[in-house]
């Protein structure tokens, strides 16, 4: 055996691993006593989070719990997230790099702020946006593809008091139609479009597709990206040209405006057990809090490093990782455009390289497309500038995490498995880099302050071994505080299956996120995926009644079951399962309207990876749909249960179909 496939067959077995002791000497926390210290001190112990922040008047109180499950964070404190992503930095880092940008076409497009030029845009884009009318509290929607001025227009927003929503730009017309209404969103602001592997793609079409089916007057804002490639929409008279405004304000300064803490910051839409997506609201204090602290212990953020990640700011990692957590602590932070794969395979490692990138923070859905490319991409690239990496956003296998401890950080990085939702705001459940010994596939033990459990169906803690659900139970300052005017659902969905709904102890209230998990003898936790009706498709969230509903919608269609099955690179798969009305064929058209349907109602990511047609689907005597039968099929497993089918025949027949 070669010195390598010895290494290699060691790396195969090892199931534990401690924080390389280089890392630990410079980490930003790596005293043990940490979780004890926050155990004793809770809730003070977040002072620590907020003291990140400047605040223009100071909390009176850390946590109010008087009205759970609507807890109150740093009450009576002041504060603007624009002022604390940016302004404060001006003395001391104003000529350092905020936000490096890496567009396309590739090498040309490449832009950088510093934060004095994030300041200057920051501020007369928050001036332009008062001249069309936003005031504190109107909700301001983007729908913007991966290009600075996303972040910038965040940063307006949030300086002028005006929350946002973003809608990621791969969601469809009516996608963002049902949010902006939702969210009775007068204000837009969008692009022509954007490059994708080279290509020209329209996105103001899209955009102004999905303002036709608003019910109100919307007035947006069109940034020119595509320059002379641009598609020849024009603009509306309700619609207004990016640069024009900011042109008009230069050199315009706009005073933060002081928020109260518990104000709202945004808004972000994600998918739940219904067909309507849900707006999870974040707030001021709480929010920048907890991404701003978590960023600095578990990303280890510090403001000379170069942070890279990859993920697209349309969803919640974006947010909280890209723009909020690490601007909080004035580093710098990378924005990329494109894809992982164009050029060529290692364009994360060259622009690693490139760079210095010093974190790398993605999801397993990459990671796995990256093993499956080979290690010869990340070996053309010194990577030696990487001192942290991250995963997020669904479970990671032990063979993907070591594949990147070993091909990617060579063995000196600590991996942080980052388990968290668009509703904590920001990380729970994983490691302290510098401090935890890491055990491949496992997120690891609740930050300090946090109580996540592996409970059964009683709430009861199961024993190290077991696998249960995942709770949280006790607040935190990232919590969502509540679905956007629908405090009914908010506690319905989150509160009322582990809590003592009638009780105004905080201790009788539990934090349901939906997800199993098992948990060892050391306490650490595995998630091992959602337990609603929501599929985790490459690390994105999809209702699978939304899709549902899209195939339904298309002629000819009768009923219709969408369920997750297992996937390769991107975790699940859309597996859908359609009844067709009487006189339709399950035709290979009848399959493409369908797929289309699909992405016309949420998006391109959301498209069926199988289209089954069957004359029936297993139900129970109640008429309810059986899924995870479906499931077991799509993942061809042996079948669950059948005995309380109306229908058992109907399982085998699928079954037949599905691998003809
Ligand atoms: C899943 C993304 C296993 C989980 C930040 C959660 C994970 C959902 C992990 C949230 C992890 C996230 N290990 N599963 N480290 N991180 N998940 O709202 O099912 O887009 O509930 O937020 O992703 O997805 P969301």
């Known amino acids: 055996m070669s ?62 719990d008087s009205d759970p499950p609507f807890y109150e964070w740093f009450t009576g404190g002041e504060l603007n997230a624009s002022a604390n992503c940016i302004d404060r930095h001006l003395d001391e880092r104003g000529d350092e790099v905020a936000i490096e940008w890496i567009g396309e076409p ?26 069309l009318g936003v005031g504190e509290d109107d909700v301001v929607t983007m729908y913007m593809p991966m290009i600075p001025e996303l972040p910038i227009a965040m940063l307006a927003c949030a300086r002028i008091g005006a929350p946002h929503s973003v809608v990621f730009a791969g969601f469809s017309a009516e996608a963002l139609a049902t949010r902006m209404e939702s969210a009775d969103s007068e204000y837009l602001v969008t692009c022509d479009g954007y490059y994708r592997r080279g290509d020209p793609l329209d996105h103001l079409g899209k955009a102004n597709e999905g303002l036709d089916s608003v019910g109100h007057d919307v007035e947006s804002v069109v940034v020119d990206r595509l320059g002379d490639d641009g598609f020849d929409h024009g603009l509306s008279d309700s619609q207004h040209d990016y640069d024009e405004l900011v042109d008009e304000q230069a050199g315009t300064e706009v005073d933060p405006v002081s928020r109260d803490a518990e104000d709202m910051l945004f808004l972000m839409y994600t998918s739940g057990t219904t067909g309507q997506p849900k707006g999870v609201k974040h707030t001021t204090g709480g929010y920048l809090s907890w991404v701003t602290w978590t960023s600095r212990a578990v990303l280890d953020v510090k403001p000379e490093d170069t942070y890279f990640c990859p993920a697209d700011i349309g969803w919640i990692t974006g947010h909280s990782y890209i723009v909020y957590g690490p601007l909080a602590l004035g580093t710098t932070t990378m924005m990329y455009e494109g894809t992982p794969d164009y050029p060529e395979r290692d364009r994360m490692w060259e622009i690693v390289d490139e760079y210095d990138a010093t974190q790398f923070y993605t999801a397993p859905t990459a990671i796995r497309a990256f093993m499956k490319w080979g290690a010869e991409y990340p070996e053309r690239h010194d990577l030696s500038s990487l001192r942290l990496l991250g995963t ?9 995490w070591k594949w990147y401890y070993k091909h990617v950080g060579d063995e000196a990085c600590p991996i942080v498995d980052t388990w968290w939702q668009t509703e904590t705001g920001g990380m729970m459940v994983t490691g302290l880099p510098g401090v935890s010994t ?7 033990k609740p930050l300090p302050g946090v109580d996540a459990r592996v409970v059964n169906m009683d709430g009861d803690p199961v024993e190290g071994g077991q696998a249960g659900y995942l709770t949280v139970n006790r607040p935190w300052p990232g919590m969502l505080r509540t679905l956007y005017k629908n405090d009914e659902r908010f506690v319905e969905e989150y509160w009322a299956t582990y809590s003592d709904t009638d009780s105004t102890d905080s201790e009788d ?21 959602r337990v609603d009706d929501v599929v985790n498709v490459s690390g994105h969230r999809l209702g699978t009644m939304e899709i549902e509903s899209a195939i339904v919608g298309v002629e000819g269609v009768a009923e219709a079951a969408v369920v997750g099955g297992e996937h390769d690179v991107k975790g699940e798969a859309v597996y859908a399962y359609v009844i067709l009305e009487d006189g339709y064929d399950g ?21 069926p990876e199988a289209v089954v047609f069957t004359p029936e689907l297993p139900k129970t005597r109640s008429g309810k749909i059986m899924r995870r039968l479906l499931e ?6 042996e079948l669950g249960d059948t005995s309380t089918l109306r229908n058992p025949d109907v399982v085998e027949d699928i079954r037949v179909t599905v691998q003809d």
Not at 518 to 523: C, L, S, V
């Open 3 to 64: 010195d390598n496939t010895e290494l290699e067959a060691h790396l195969a077995e090892q199931d534990s691993f401690d924080p390389p002791a280089s890392f630990v000497e410079q980490a930003n926390v790596s005293d043990p006593g940490i979780y004890e210290e926050f155990e004793q001190n809770w809730p003070d112990c977040w002072e620590r989070a907020a003291d990140l922040l400047d605040w223009n008047e100071p909390y009176d109180q850390v946590l109010d």
């Open 632 to 637: 077991d099929i799509a993942n061809d497993e």
């Open 509 to 529: 209230w539990v934090y349901f996120p939906e997800d199993g998990a098992k948990i060892d003898d050391d306490g650490y936790i595995t998630v091992l995926g």
């Open 392 to 400: 997020v956003g669904e479970p990671i296998n032990p063979r993907a």
């Open 438 to 444: 890491m055990k491949p596939g496992s997120a690891g």
């Open 587 to 607: 035709t290979e058209e009848m399959r493409e309207e369908i797929v289309e349907g699909v992405e016309d109602a949420i998006g391109p990511i959301a498209r």
């Open 106 to 131: 590739v090498d040309e497009a490449n832009r950088t702020y510093t934060y004095r030029d994030l300041y200057e845009e920051v501020n007369e884009f928050a001036a332009a946006l008062r001249e």
